[in-house]
């Protein structure tokens, strides 16, 4: 084995995680992290022939999954890695709640506004009083509408 070729895959892993845990986007390690993988790889076949590049290949790729892993968890518990994760849960009594399930079931059903919609105001859906808004457009009071989509507290309407 050249450790030449396992410095180059190994360094190209090494840009490929600064690429996924510390630089935003994909490109300035990233790239370069890739093209050093393959290099090593490629390498590894022109020099030792086939069965070698492919021992090199699989071996990056069964080596690579769990240690990222383990480099993922590692990297958490260090002081940096927690500063990129925020620790906070989303419960109630923080003022965090998911919506009401009754609001989630409205989607295609109609109903009647009334009060004008521009582009929010209340309708009757269900024979229950609901917070509305359009997409834009102003519809009057008394119009048939139909609820088109709900996201969390808000839902959309469009007249009929």
Do not use: C, H
């Not at 410095?7 to 992290?33: D, K």
């Amino acid at each position: 084995m050249s450790w030449f070729l396992i410095f180059l895959i190994g360094l190209g892993v090494l840009l490929l995680f600064i690429e996924i845990t510390l630089l935003p986007g994909f490109g300035a390690a990233g790239i370069p992290g890739l093209v050093l993988i393959v290099a090593g790889i490629g390498l590894a076949w022109v020099q030792f022939g086939l069965r070698t590049g492919l021992i090199y290949g699989s071996a990056t790729v069964v080596l690579t999954i769990p240690l990222a892993i383990l480099a993922l968890w590692l990297f958490r518990r260090t002081r940096l890695g927690g500063s990129f994760i925020l620790n906070i849960a989303a419960n109630r009594t923080d003022g965090f709640q998911a919506p009401p399930q009754e609001l989630v079931n409205l989607v295609g059903k109609s109903g009647k506004s009334i009060t004008p919609l521009r582009p929010a105001g209340t309708a009757l859906i269900n024979d229950q009083r609901v917070d509305v808004v359009t997409l834009g457009d102003f519809i009057g009071a008394e119009v048939e509408i139909e609820v088109i989509l709900v996201e969390g507290n808000r839902v959309v309407v469009r007249s009929l």
